[in-house]
């Protein structure tokens, strides 16, 4: 809380003197710890749920949505920190946390379906593919990727902010270079996910002007089946003993899905430096490669 204490121009711009005095100076770093917070979420959902006849089920579900928060990722909300966003001190008459939130997801599609196969029946009707053929079983997810938040990594402004950073996170934001936009400034390869040019130093002693989780991150896809077969035979166990024969497959497609790229794209330590040659580049993926397992299971 005991950041130092700017001046307020006339159209609202935050500038911090150099060795601008903190709030008290009796103290240097003050950190208050406070559970509050404020969110906004406005979605509309689509559901299709469908029974055919002949063992086959389906269903999806969309939905379309928008989530705003003024902070997160921390039990206590004021200094909250993780891969992807740094909540900023509040100034007066600046709303310069509140922007999409850590989870939000513009986009989300979830698909399902079971299927009784028609063939390697052990009885006569479809009900028998449950005891004595194949049940197809499969999943399917794609949504949109979650906000990220463009970072200098020294404190560019300061604003003598102190905070408890996470890997990849920085004191300050960064500000956007004329002619672009939050779309325009992501190229969206995993070598190169933002566009340097895209992003500029601002001027020492003021707040960059991209917010909060402004940017979004990769998206994500991913599609997992399974097929299962169970056999009823009477054993010791009891009469209605089923052996069930499971294949496996998720990330089907063996779709790479990509971490967030590293989001530092200045150090802040002089004027016109150039952006760094790690920025925007992606070091890891999500969620697994495909993987296959097969299984027994006893019923009884």
Do not use: C
């Amino acid at each position: 809380m005991n950041t130092a204490v700017p001046t307020v121009s006339a159209d609202g711009t935050v500038f911090f003197p150099a060795n601008a005095p903190r709030r008290n100076t009796a103290f240097s770093t003050i950190e208050l710890k406070s559970s509050d917070g404020n969110s906004w979420y406005n979605a509309g959902i689509l559901e299709v749920r469908k029974r055919w006849s002949r063992g086959f089920n389906f269903q999806s579900s969309y939905t379309f949505s928008r989530n705003i928060d003024t902070t997160q990722a921390s039990t206590f909300f004021s200094d909250a920190t993780n891969g992807t966003t740094t909540a900023f001190p509040e100034f007066p008459g600046m709303n310069y946390n509140k922007g999409l939130a850590d989870y939000h997801a513009k986009h989300n599609w979830v698909v399902n379906f079971t299927w009784a196969l028609p063939f390697g029946r052990g009885l006569d009707g479809w009900e028998g593919a449950l005891l004595g053929g194949w049940e197809l079983a499969g999943i399917g997810q794609a949504r949109s990727g979650n906000p990220l938040t463009v970072f200098v990594a020294r404190n560019r402004s300061r604003s003598l902010w102190s905070p408890s950073l996470a890997p990849g996170i920085g004191f300050d934001r960064a500000s956007i270079a004329p002619g672009y936009t939050y779309e325009t400034a992501v190229i969206g390869r995993p070598d190169q996910y933002f566009d340097p040019k895209a992003f500029v130093l601002q001027p020492a002693g003021t707040l960059g002007n991209t917010g909060r989780g402004a940017f979004v991150g990769p998206n994500y896809r991913t599609f997992d089946l399974a097929a299962v077969k169970r056999t009823r035979f009477h054993s010791w166990l009891g009469e209605a003993t089923n052996l069930q024969l499971r294949v496996e497959a998720f990330n089907l497609f063996n779709r790479a899905n990509f971490a967030p790229p590293s989001l530092i794209v200045f150090t802040g330590a002089a004027d016109n430096e150039r952006p760094l040659s790690t920025f925007g580049q992606t070091r890891s993926t999500v969620g697994s490669s495909r993987q296959i397992q097969l299984g027994v299971r006893l019923e009884f």
